[in-house]
């Protein structure tokens, strides 16, 4: 079945660091894909999104590229502020009759940003 | 806009017991989602609502959750009995029409001893 795997965290970076979180997916047909945020004692936000390949999603610094040559959705930021300190979740909306836009997410990495 | 409402945001209950979740979409949303997000891992998808007719249940212990929207808008969430490992947090989201965001509601935690 459809599935995400993503790097495992945590991840703990200086503040101004740079950010890649590794995320891959496994899908028939053609899936959108997300990143998703979840900031301590909050829900999960929408962080970015790409609904077809070699789109690239962006957002508040941060950006993927739908890469359907390498089955990849990588979340990179040039530079990290301790604000960006969360769990983030990949995700997947698959392509296929009846999904009806269920997602299908990774286990989260956490980042952990120093000043 | 108002969010996606849910309540408690916490419970504690012992094995057996029962609970019961309850979820306010945003106005307008057609469909609505429960999933359940285990420390440590992604959530996943339990039940989903178009309207008041379930879409897909086939994630759903049925023997023991059951959930209902009866006027396509508000929806309950309920487990009897509780197991220890229903220990999670229950997210429940909802969606406009064909768009592909899902706009996530803060969480119940709940906690089975």
């Known amino acids: 079945g459809d599935s995400v795997t993503q790097m495992e965290g945590p991840v703990t970076l200086s503040e101004e660091a740079f950010l890649t979180i590794n995320c891959t997916y496994t899908?028939?047909?053609?899936?959108?894909l997300f990143w998703y945020v979840q900031y301590p004692g909050e829900g999960l936000q929408l962080l970015l999104k790409?609904?077809?390949?070699?789109d690239k999603g962006s957002n508040k610094g941060f950006e993927a590229t739908y890469r359907k040559e390498t089955t990849s959705f990588h979340l990179e930021k040039g530079s990290v502020q301790v604000s960006d300190s969360a769990v983030y979740f990949c995700?997947?909306?698959?392509?296929?009759?009846?999904?009806?836009?269920?997602?299908?997410f990774g286990k989260g990495t956490k980042l952990s940003v120093k000043p | 806009e108002a969010g996606v409402a849910q309540s408690p945001r916490y419970k504690i209950i012992e094995k057996r017991q029962s609970v019961a979740f309850w979820c306010n979409p945003i106005?307008?949303?057609?469909?609505l989602y429960w999933y359940q997000q285990i420390l440590g891992q992604g959530p996943k998808l339990l039940i989903q609502?178009?309207?008041?007719?379930?879409?897909?249940d086939s994630q759903l212990p049925k023997d023991r959750f059951s959930a209902e929207r009866l006027k396509g808008v508000d929806s309950t969430l309920k487990i009897q009995p509780a197991k220890l490992e229903d220990s999670a947090v229950y997210l429940c989201?909802?969606?406009?029409?064909?768009?592909?965001?899902?706009?996530f509601g803060p969480g119940t935690r709940l906690t089975v001893l």
């Open positions: 106005s307008g949303h057609a469909t």
């Open positions: 790409a609904t077809k390949a070699d």
């Open positions: 989201a909802s969606r406009q029409g064909d768009e592909n965001e899902q706009f």
């Open positions: 899908a028939t047909g053609y899936p959108s």
């Open positions: 995700a997947l909306n698959p392509d296929y009759g009846g999904s009806q836009g269920n997602l299908i």
């Open positions: 609502f178009q309207n008041n007719g379930v879409v897909d």
